[in-house]
């Protein structure tokens, strides 16, 4: 078993910038990928930004320029580094982790979500 623990949500103006973390912890031989995805009130969940080894990183067109996904040395800690941020953005944010736990195991996980409100 394996858990996402998210820090990093709160609220902020227009224009402001946060930073959101995630840390995994359990059985992990390796993270294929990790990243973030949002909901927003009354919509469905979208890709926010991935990223992996093999699979490279990818960012939803909305936060391209803006956002910045990246990965602690051990790995187990993926970052969003949000600047420009704008009302649109007000979601809740959650982590995703794509993990092998053992060799021949692989296994899809999420964090609770963490609020993100940006005000006008």
């Known amino acids: 078993q394996v858990q996402l623990v998210e820090s990093g949500g709160g609220l902020v103006q227009a224009g402001g910038s946060l930073r959101l973390s995630c840390t995994a912890s359990g059985i992990i031989a390796r993270i294929q990928r990790s990243g973030w995805y949002r909901q927003a009130p009354g919509k469905q969940r979208e890709l926010v930004a991935l990223t992996g080894s093999a699979s490279g990183t990818t960012y939803s067109d909305s936060v391209k320029g803006r956002f910045t996904i990246s990965r602690g040395d051990t790995g187990t800690t993926v970052y969003l580094q949000m600047n420009s941020l704008k009302p649109e953005d007000t979601a809740v944010y959650y982590c995703?982790?794509?993990?092998?736990?053992?060799?021949?195991?692989?296994?899809?996980?999420w964090g609770q979500g963490t609020q993100v409100t940006v005000s006008s």
């Open positions: 995703f982790a794509d993990v092998s736990e053992t060799p021949s195991s692989r296994n899809s996980y």
